[in-house]
């Protein structure tokens, strides 16, 4: 079967650092991709992993372990704008589908 | 680049009714499409799969006569909710892959619909 695990709800204080893990079952794994997505609003790319390491993108940074089965967003210098869901989607080789874990909705307070 | 813009962005219907929402590529060919439905709070479900000029795949326990895909070119794909009822009532998200970039595998999202049925 396909699991994906992501915590559901997060806090964390304006221009603090959070990381959002998300750990991964699945038959095949050809890729991970983390997603934003603000309430009412369509999901917007912020990451891709293919290879074990940090990938870093401006304030966000995302991290796989695929031995580990393991993946975590980085959000530096948190703003408020940054209050949204995130989304870890593992992509399958086999069906070449994104399978999206439940998201964390993370909320920044000032 | 890669925007993908998708029609209605909300839309209220009678129990009975059909509604078509549309997901249009605007700068890049779209091999293939995706259709999400959301509910609140909740993560995306991949409802069907549709590619250019054949028919679209479900997914387990999604009613293909009840959602009706059409990927007519490379650039649009509709989906129909026919004979609606308030339990159809949800948003419903397309995606698309880049002709040339299926490698990486990154979906570019549609702003999204939100259908409420009466």
């Known amino acids: 079967g396909q699991n994906i695990d992501q915590p559901t709800e997060m806090t964390a204080t304006e221009g603090a650092i959070v990381q959002i893990n998300c750990t991964y079952q699945t038959s095949g794994f050809n890729g991970l991709f983390w997603y934003q997505q603000h309430a009412g609003e369509a999901p917007t790319f912020l990451s891709y992993n293919v290879l074990d390491g940090l990938e870093e993108k401006g304030r966000f940074s995302s991290f796989l372990s695929r031995s580990k089965g393991y993946s975590y967003l980085l959000l530096k210098e948190l703003q408020m704008k940054d209050s949204a869901s995130y989304l870890c989607a593992v992509r399958d080789p086999n069906t070449d589908k994104l399978i999206f874990g439940t998201g964390t909705r993370l909320q920044v307070f000032p | 680049g890669a925007v993908v813009s998708q029609h209605p962005s909300w839309v209220i219907c009678k129990s009975g009714t059909s509604v078509k929402i549309e997901c249009r590529s605007l700068?890049?060919?779209?091999?293939?499409m995706f259709w999400y439905r959301q509910f609140p709070k909740q993560s995306l479900m991949l409802m069907a799969t549709?590619?250019?000029?054949?028919?679209?795949?479900?997914e387990q326990g999604v009613e293909k006569d009840k959602f009706l895909i059409n990927h007519a070119s490379l650039t649009l794909s509709t989906l129909t909710v026919t004979s609606a009822h308030p339990e159809d009532s949800s948003f419903y998200i397309c995606?698309?892959?880049?002709?040339?970039?299926?490698?990486?595998?990154?979906?570019?999202f549609g702003e999204g619909s939100r259908l409420t049925v009466l």
């Open positions: 995606s698309a892959r880049v002709r040339g970039r299926e490698a990486i595998g990154e979906l570019f």
């Open positions: 549709s590619n250019e000029g054949s028919k679209a795949t479900y």
């Open positions: 700068d890049f060919q779209a091999t293939t």
